[in-house]
């Protein structure tokens, strides 16, 4: 079993749609950055690529790179998914926080599970997800960004018979 650490942020604007989770989320501002800038899915990659030691979401989808620009970030996902798998590895579990101050994200927490669990090929209750403030205080509080970190756990794929 191997364990890694994501971390990331971006900043909140109008006139951008608010994807996290791999969910729409109705609101009157969006997360800015070169793909959907779904924080919760780049943080959950960086710890997936972080567990099997394969560099960060930087190094594999450069923001640079016209063909990630506006890209959903389920993509993204799905694509490490099988770097890890081409590794050996299989997913053991997740656990995601998502530090916002707004909007409530609690009743779009299933959603988010699903559509993950969908990406990942693995059963909803592999992945977790958590939805904080920081009470108002930095950057999340003043609801300049959002933030979110991951811990994702990996295991070693059965050999086949
Ligand atoms: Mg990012």
Redesign the pocket.
């Given at each position: 079993m191997r364990v890694g650490l994501g971390f990331?942020?971006?900043r909140l604007v109008e006139g951008r749609a608010l994807w996290l989770g791999g969910v729409n989320i109705p609101w009157e501002r969006g997360l800015l950055?070169h793909?959907d800038?779904d924080?919760a899915i780049?943080a959950l990659c960086d710890a997936l690529l972080g567990a099997a030691a394969l560099r960060d979401?930087g190094y594999h989808f450069p923001d640079t790179d016209p063909r990630y620009k506006g890209i959903d970030s389920r993509l993204l996902l799905r694509h490490v998914m099988r770097l890890l798998d081409e590794q050996g590895y299989r997913l053991g579990n997740c656990d995601i926080t998502i530090c916002a101050e707004q909007p409530k994200l609690n009743p779009h927490i299933p959603a988010m599970q699903r559509e993950l669990a969908d990406c990942m090929g693995c059963e909803p209750g592999q992945v977790s997800i958590k939805a904080t403030t920081t009470e108002k205080l930095g950057y999340t509080g003043r609801g300049e960004g959002i933030a979110a970190h991951a811990v994702a756990l990996i295991e070693t794929k059965p050999v086949e018979p």
């Open positions: 990331d942020v971006h950055g793909s800038a924080v780049h979401i």
